[in-house]
C-alpha cells in the first residue's frame, strides 16, 4: 500500500481552514515575541527520525507476544511501513536494519524501492545476544566480553558481517549493544569482561570504513541483573575512547535507572564531543519500550533543551543519528510510532522556544525562578500548529493519526497481507 499526495491533499482541505487559524494565532504571538517562525518551522520539516525494521510488527515480552493483523512478513513490507509513516508526518525518512532479522535477499531491489519512497538507511544493528542457527558458539555467557576467544571471534565476525551489509545499502554507522554481564556475584571478572569487550569492539573498529561510525549503546540491566558489561554512559565513553576518533556513545532513553538525569548526560557528551546517536522511547520503572512521550513528556523537552543547546553550540560532536525504540505490544505499531514521531516533533519545538542568551543570563545571575519560568513557558505552549505546518510545506498531513484511521491503513495492509503474517524480531 502507498499513500499518494492527491489523498494526502484531499484529506487536509477537511483541516486545513482550522488550522490555519491556529497557526495565525500562534505565529502572531511568537513573532511579538521576538522569535523567527520560519526558522523554527525550517527545522521542523528537516528534523528525520529513523524507524527500526523490527519495530514494524508487534512487540513482545518474555512472557508472550499478541500478534498484530497485517503485519510485515519480509523487509520489503516493513520498507513499505515506513513509506507510509513518512508519507503522512514527513519526519520517518529513515530505516534503521537489525541484523540477521533483517538481511536483504536482494540488495539492489531493496535500494531501489527505499529509494522511490525517500527512505535512507539509517545505522545498522548487530545482535549478539541471541543464538542464531547454524552458529557454532553460544552467547549464552555474553559474546564480545565471553571468556571463549571461539565467542568473541564469532561475535566480532558478526559485527563486522554487518559493516558489510550496511556499507552495501548506503549506511554509515554500526550500532552495538550487548546483554553481556552475570546473573550472580562471582560469575564475572569484571576487569577481564571489561577488557574482553575493550579488545573485540576494537576489532570491529577497525573494520569499519573511513566514513563510518561507531555507536555503543549502554543499559544499566536486563537480562542480567547483576551485572551489565557496559552498563553506563561513562563505561559506553571508555570503550568508545579506547577505539578512536570514529566511535562514540549512544543513548537510549530507556536504558537508565529511575529518575537518572539523562539530560546531563547529553549535554556532557555533546561538550566532549562523544554523543553519537540516540534511541526514544519512554518508561514508567525500567526499558519499558513505550510510546515516546506517553509518561515523562516534561523529562522528554529537557532532554532536547540540551540537545538543541548542545547541537547549536558544540561543532566538535557529529551530527546525530536519531531512531524509535519501542515495543508495540497492545498498540496498532503503525499508531504508536506516528505518535511517538508526534511526541518527539513537540518537544523539539518547545525546545526551540528556549531563548538560550536570556536562560544563560538567567542562570550566570543565580535567578532560579527566571529560568524555571523561562524552560516551563516554552514548554506550556501549544506548538501543535508548527508541527503542522512543518507537515503541509513538505507534503505531510495536519493529523496524521486521523488520517491514517480515515484512510484505513490498517484494514489496506490486512488485506493485503492476511491475519496471520509476523513481522521478524523479537
Given at each position: 500500500m502507498r499513500i499518494d499526495k492527491n489523498q494526502i491533499s484531499e484529506y487536509n482541505k477537511n483541516e486545513l481552514q482550522n488550522h490555519n487559524e491556529n497557526f495565525d494565532f500562534l505565529a502572531n504571538r511568537l513573532t511579538k515575541n521576538g522569535y523567527n517562525v520560519s526558522d523554527i518551522i525550517s527545522k521542523l520539516s528537516e528534523f528525520?527520525?529513523?524507524?527500526?525494521?523490527?519495530?514494524?510488527?508487534?512487540?513482545?515480552?518474555?512472557?508472550?507476544?499478541?500478534?498484530?493483523?497485517?503485519?510485515?512478513?519480509?523487509l520489503e513490507e516493513k520498507i513499505a511501513d515506513v513509506g507510509i509513516l513518512h508519507s503522512l508526518t514527513q519526519t520517518a525518512g529513515a530505516v534503521s536494519l537489525h541484523i540477521p532479522w533483517d538481511v536483504p535477499s536482494d540488495y539492489k531491489a531493496i535500494k531501489e524501492k527505499a529509494d522511490a519512497l525517500h527512505i535512507k538507511?539509517?545505522?545498522?544493528?548487530?545482535?549478539?545476544?541471541?543464538?542464531?542457527?547454524?552458529?557454532?558458539?553460544?552467547?549464552?555467557?555474553?559474546?564480545?566480553?565471553?571468556?571463549?576467544?571461539?565467542?568473541?571471534?564469532?561475535?566480532?565476525q558478526h559485527n563486522l558481517d554487518v559493516i558489510n551489509i550496511g556499507d552495501k545499502l548506503g549506511s554509515k554507522a554500526l550500532t552495538v549493544w550487548l546483554a553481556d554481564g552475570s546473573s550472580f556475584p562471582g560469575q564475572n571478572n569484571f576487569q577481564t569482561a571489561f577488557q574482553n569487550t575493550q579488545d573485540s569492539l576494537i576489532d570491529i573498529y577497525k573494520g569499519l570504513p573511513d566514513d563510518w561510525k561507531l555507536l555503543v549503546e549502554y543499559k544499566p540491566y536486563e537480562p542480567n541483573f547483576y551485572s551489565t558489561v557496559i552498563q553506563d554512559?561513562?563505561?559506553?565513553?571508555?570503550?568508545?575512547?579506547?577505539?578512536?576518533?570514529?566511535?562514540?556513545?549512544?543513548?537510549?532513553?530507556?536504558?537508565?535507572?529511575?529518575?537518572?538525569?539523562?539530560?546531563?548526560?547529553?549535554?556532557?557528551?555533546?561538550?566532549?564531543?562523544?554523543?553519537?546517536?540516540?534511541?526514544?522511547?519512554?518508561?514508567?520503572?525500567?526499558?519499558?519500550?513505550?510510546?515516546?512521550?506517553?509518561?515523562?513528556?516534561?523529562?522528554?523537552?529537557?532532554?532536547?533543551?540540551?540537545?538543541?543547546?548542545?547541537?547549536?553550540?558544540?561543532?566538535?560532536?557529529?551530527?546525530?543519528?536519531?531512531?524509535?525504540?519501542?515495543?508495540?505490544?497492545?498498540?496498532?505499531?503503525?499508531?504508536?510510532?506516528?505518535?511517538?514521531?508526534?511526541?518527539?516533533?513537540?518537544?523539539?519545538?518547545?525546545?526551540?522556544?528556549v531563548d538560550q542568551n536570556l536562560l544563560r543570563a538567567a542562570q550566570n545571575d543565580n535567578d532560579v525562578v527566571k529560568c524555571q519560568e523561562i524552560l516551563q513557558n516554552a514548554y506550556r505552549t501549544d506548538v501543535r500548529p508548527l508541527i503542522e505546518k512543518a507537515r503541509l510545506n513538505v507534503g505531510g498531513v495536519i493529523s496524521p493519526i486521523n488520517a491514517y484511521r480515515a484512510l484505513d491503513v490498517r484494514g489496506q495492509l490486512i488485506k493485503e497481507r492476511g491475519k496471520n503474517t509476523v513481522a521478524t524480531g523479537l
Open positions: 528525520q527520525v529513523a524507524i527500526p525494521s523490527w519495530a514494524l510488527g508487534a512487540g513482545g515480552t518474555r512472557f508472550g507476544r499478541f500478534g498484530f493483523y497485517g503485519e510485515p512478513s519480509n538507511f539509517d545505522a545498522v544493528n548487530s545482535n549478539t545476544f541471541q543464538d542464531q542457527n547454524g552458529a557454532s558458539e553460544t552467547y549464552k555467557y555474553g559474546s564480545l566480553s565471553n571468556t571463549s576467544k571461539a565467542v568473541r571471534d564469532q561475535a566480532i554512559w561513562g563505561a559506553s565513553l571508555m570503550l568508545a575512547n579506547g577505539c578512536g576518533d570514529k566511535a562514540y556513545t549512544l543513548v537510549d532513553l530507556g536504558h537508565h535507572l529511575p529518575n537518572s538525569n539523562i539530560e546531563q548526560i547529553v549535554s556532557i557528551l555533546q561538550l566532549k564531543g562523544k554523543l553519537g546517536g540516540f534511541h526514544f522511547n519512554d518508561s514508567k520503572y525500567g526499558d519499558d519500550d513505550l510510546t515516546v512521550g506517553s509518561i515523562k513528556p516534561y523529562s522528554l523537552f529537557l532532554i532536547f533543551n540540551e540537545l538543541v543547546y548542545g547541537m547549536e553550540n558544540n561543532p566538535q560532536n557529529p551530527d546525530l543519528a536519531w531512531m524509535i525504540d519501542a515495543s508495540h505490544n497492545i498498540k496498532d505499531p503503525l499508531e504508536d510510532l506516528i505518535q511517538s514521531l508526534e511526541a518527539i516533533q513537540e518537544a523539539y519545538a518547545k525546545a526551540l522556544l
